[in-house]
Nanobody
Framework: VQLQASGGGLVQAGGSLRLSCAAS????????MGWFRQAPGEEREFVAR????????YYADSVKGRFTISEDTAKNTVYLEMNSLKPEDSAVYYC?????????????????WGQGTQVTVSS
């Protein structure tokens, strides 16, 4: 499985961005997808995930109500819509895939990782 993340960039606080993650090598509906982020000097942290089969979504408290994860199985792509962005949202964002139906928020639950896309929010 290969994951290709894109859509990062520089945005002002309060602005919006939509990240995309295109998957190849395995039928898209056979794994759950998540987004993580890592700021300089920090550990990689969970942001959001959609379960296998799009049964449910789950968000970190820090992004709940501002970010939305969704997927388009016809395009083999998962999205992260980010609104009301804050400077503390600045990080490299990674998409990840897991074969279990409901992976947790730990990085160890995910077997596949994309290369990351930089999001910078200016104040």
């Amino acid at each position: 499985v290969q994951l290709q993340a894109s859509g990062g960039g520089l945005v002002q606080a309060g602005g919006s961005l939509r990240l995309s993650c295109a998957a190849s090598g395995r039928p898209f509906g056979t794994f759950a997808m998540g987004w993580f982020r890592q700021a300089p000097g920090e550990e990689r942290e969970f942001v959001a995930r959609v379960s296998r089969g799009s049964i449910s979504t789950y968000y970190a408290d820090s992004v709940k109500g501002r970010f939305t994860i969704s997927e388009d199985t016809a395009k083999n792509t998962v999205y992260l819509e980010m609104n009301s962005l804050k400077p503390e949202d600045s990080a490299v964002y990674y998409c990840a895939g897991a074969t279990v139906v409901l992976p947790g928020s730990s990085t160890t639950a995910y077997e596949y990782w994309g290369q990351g896309t930089q999001v910078t929010v200016s104040s």
